[in-house]
C-alpha cells in the first residue's frame, strides 16, 4: 500500500525498489511507524492525572488485602507478569524514566482562576519591528533599556544553547543600567523549551523577591517559551509553568502598578546585551552528568530519533545489497539520509515540480529509460549509449562521461 503511494507520489517507474522510493518520498517503513506509535502510547498515561484508573491499575506495589483495584499489575504474580508483558507492565516500566512534570490540576490552571483571566492587562508580547534594519531594531532595544533604567525596572536576559546533549542556560539581570544578577545552568537530556522554561522560572523567582521593582522585562530570541507560561493546555512543562504562574501571580496582587513584559530579540541583531549572553553560553565548558530521569518531552523526542536511525541503519544495510542506490550529498558534504520530517530531504529540494520529480527519482533509483534498464529487464532492446563511444548507457556514463550531456 505505502509502496503504491509512494510511486503515485514521485511518478517512479513499477518496478523501483520500495525502499529506496518509500525513503525518497518521506514515507517511513509501516513496521518503524507502528512501532513509534507503541512508543508513544506507553508515555500517554502519564499526562493523566495522579487519581485516573490506568494509574491504579500500573500500581505497582505489594498486593493488600483490601486492593483498590484488584486488577492493578502488583498484584499479578511474577509468572503472570511474565505470561501478560501487557502495555501498562511495559508503560510502568517507562515510567521509572522519566521525570513526572504534568500537573493538569494545579491551581493555577483552574479555568477562570488562571492569570490570563485575571490579570491580562500586565503581560505583554513585543516583537521588535521586523520590517526595520538590523541596526534600526537593535536601537529600538537600545531605546527601551535606557526607557527602563530607573531602579524599579528589572531586565532578563537570556539565551540557552545545547551541545552534545548538554543545554547550558546563562541569564543576566539588569537593574538600573547595571549588571545584577548572573546565572548559569547546565543539564544534560533535556530540550531547549525546558532550558528556556526553567532559566525563565529561576530568573523570575530571584527578581520577584527584590525589593521595589514594579516591572520586569523579559528579552529573549524565544518567544515561543514566553508564550507557553500562559498556555494552560496539557503541556509537558506544567510542573515549571505552575511554578512561574504562582511567583508571577504574587507579583502582580503586591501592587496594581505590577507588569511584565515579554520581548523577542532574535540573535541576527546581535545586540549588545543578547551578545554577552550569547558569548558566556557558548564559552561555558559544562561537566556533563547523566541524569537518573529524562523529562516526558525529551523522551518522546528520543524515541522518535530512535526509530528513525533505526529506519537509516536499515536503508543503508538495504542500499549496500546493491539496490543501486545513488548517495547524493547535502551542502555539508555528508550523505542524504532518509527521513520524513518536512517531507524528507530529497522532495524538500525536488518535491515543487513533477517532472523534476518523476526523472530524479528515475536517476536516484536507476531505475530509468535508459540502456543499463534495458539490458536489465529488456535484454532484445538497444542498451548502448547513442554517442556510440560506450557500450553499455550506464547512469555512471551519462552523469559522468557521456558527451551528449557535457552542457549539464
Ligand atoms: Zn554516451
Redesign the pocket.
Known sequence: MQRRAAIWILGAFKTSPSEGIEALAGLILVKYHIQKLTERSLICPFKLPENHIIHQLMDNSSPQPNPSNPHAIGSLTNCQRNIAKGHIIDSKTKSYGIFPSFEPLHQEFTPGQQISDIFSNRFSFNLVNKKEKNINCAQELNNLVLLNSSPSSAIIVFDTSIKDNIATSIAHVHQAGSPLIKTIHHASFITSSEAELFTMRYSIDQVCHKDNISKIIVITDSMHSAKCIFDSSAYPLQSHLAAILSELRLFFNKSQNNSIEFWKCPSRLKWRFHKDVDKDTKSFKPTPSLPCKILWDYCRKKDSNDIIKQWKMCFQALDSEGNNFLDLVDNDFNTIKPSYIKEGPWLQAFGHSNSLCARATQAITNHAPIGEYHLRFFPNKQFS???N??PI?TRR??LH????FNEY
Open positions: 549509449c547513442p554517442c563511444k560506450y548507457e556514463h551519462i562521461e557521456c558527451q551528449r
